[in-house]
Every structure is written in structure tokens, then in C-alpha cells.
């Protein structure tokens, strides 16, 4: 129960954490394609967790 309790909380952290980081971010205006790639992976990894 503590396991998925922790689980759930660094989930809710990081979805709140991240959209932030990655608005702040300059590299996706210069790498465009990278950024999209990078996109990409995180989407793939909530699919399939």
C-alpha cells in the first residue's frame, strides 16, 4: 500500500513539475525535431505504464 501510495504521489509531482520545466525550456525552439522525438518517448511511456 505505501508502495503505490509513493507511486501515485512522485506521478502527481511530476505531472505538475513538468509541463513547467519544458514551457521554460529554449532547446525545443532550436532542436525542433528532438523535441518532438522527446514527445514522443513520454507519451510512449504513460501508454504502456
Given at each position: 500500500?505505501?508502495?503505490?501510495?509513493?507511486l501515485?504521489?512522485?506521478?502527481?509531482?511530476?505531472?505538475?513539475?513538468?509541463?513547467?520545466?519544458?514551457?521554460?525550456?529554449?532547446?525545443?525552439?532550436?532542436?525542433?525535431?528532438?523535441?518532438?522525438?522527446?514527445?514522443?518517448?513520454?507519451?510512449?511511456?504513460?501508454?504502456?505504464?
Amino acid at each position: 500500500m505505501l508502495v503505490s501510495l509513493a507511486l501515485l504521489l512522485l506521478g502527481a509531482l511530476t505531472a505538475l513539475v513538468t509541463p513547467r520545466v519544458m514551457a521554460r525550456a529554449r532547446w525545443p525552439e532550436r532542436e525542433p525535431v528532438v523535441a518532438l522525438w522527446v514527445w514522443q518517448c513520454v507519451v510512449a511511456a504513460v501508454l504502456l505504464s
